[in-house]
């Protein structure tokens, strides 16, 4: 691992918007490259918006804990599984909610089945950590939950998906050219997006780490933090896109299987890497907060299926009243 140490201080901050710029482009690159492999399979589109947008999005969060377990700061790797859940749901939907133009609207059925899910995976997780540690197979036990509910879902609750199958279709619909993309260009962009989510990861963990070296802060908050926000760049973004575009549904979808995937995926792979410690404090004050954000988000939802803007400002609220829950802990 690079001594992070003597990384000057201008230079990581520098290196920490290029990477996190990196990774939002090579996120793009890896969604139009793996829906353009998906297509070229005939999988259907409803497989193909839920797993390869949602796993898009998120890859950056993926291989930046993974790589961050690998290499010695397994409680960054937590951080940031956490941090980005924060980003996800007070950030990126209050934004979202507060800009459009009307309320987000959620898929009723989506949200039947997958908002419960989520606040089970929370739920979960906060006792399996119980100990201080997110160890292997309590990790292995979280993918494993992933993997069970994603055959569930994808085996008995298809049927009924045919509205928001149609919205993914209208999402994704490839323009004219991107129809005619031959495979060379489809596996390049595969590849290519690939290469750059892993090496934007990397260059974004060392910077942040050198930063928490810098200003003497743990791994575990600055994970919280830089990392966090910096890997959540693509949920942001998809979000404010598809609020944009009228298919609000998209956004409010994704950033629930994002967060899935941070608890399922990121968390549980890193945790099977390395073991994740948590800190007390981490735990009994700032889990909670998270915990807080993520269920008045699918209490909101679950009212009236949709975030008007002051759900969007009660969101950012929740969101800024985290970063001070933070703050003491800096």
Known sequence: MLDVAALPLPV????????????????????????????????????????FVSLGTTAPELATSVLAALQGAPEAALGNAMGSIVVDEGLALGLAALLAAKPIAADPSVLRS??????????????????????????????????????????WERPRFSQATAVLEQTLEEPPEAARMSTTRIVCLFLAGLAGVLAGAEVLLMSALAVAYAFEISPALIGMTVIALGTSIPEIATTLASVLKGQSSVGVGN???????????????????????????????VYPSMTVIVLTMLFMLRRGHQLTRANGAVLLGLYGLHLVILWPLL
Not at 18 to 37: P, R
């Open 12 to 51: 990581a901050a520098a290196a920490i918007l290029g990477a996190s710029l990196l990774l939002w482009k090579a996120a793009d690159w890896f969604i139009e490259g793996a829906v353009g492999v998906a297509r070229r399979f005939n999988m259907p589109p409803m497989l193909v918006g839920l797993v």
């Open 114 to 155: 997958s908002g419960p899910f989520l606040a089970a995976m929370v739920v979960l997780a906060f006792f399996l950590l119980l100990d201080g540690e997110l160890a292997r197979w309590e990790g292995a036990l979280l993918f494993g939950a992933f993997i069970a509910y994603s055959v569930y879902w994808y085996g």
């Open 255 to 285: 950033i629930i299987g994002s967060d899935i995937l941070n608890i399922c995926c990121v968390a549980g792979l890193s945790a099977i890497a390395n073991p994740l410690p948590i800190e007390r404090d981490l735990l009994f004050v």
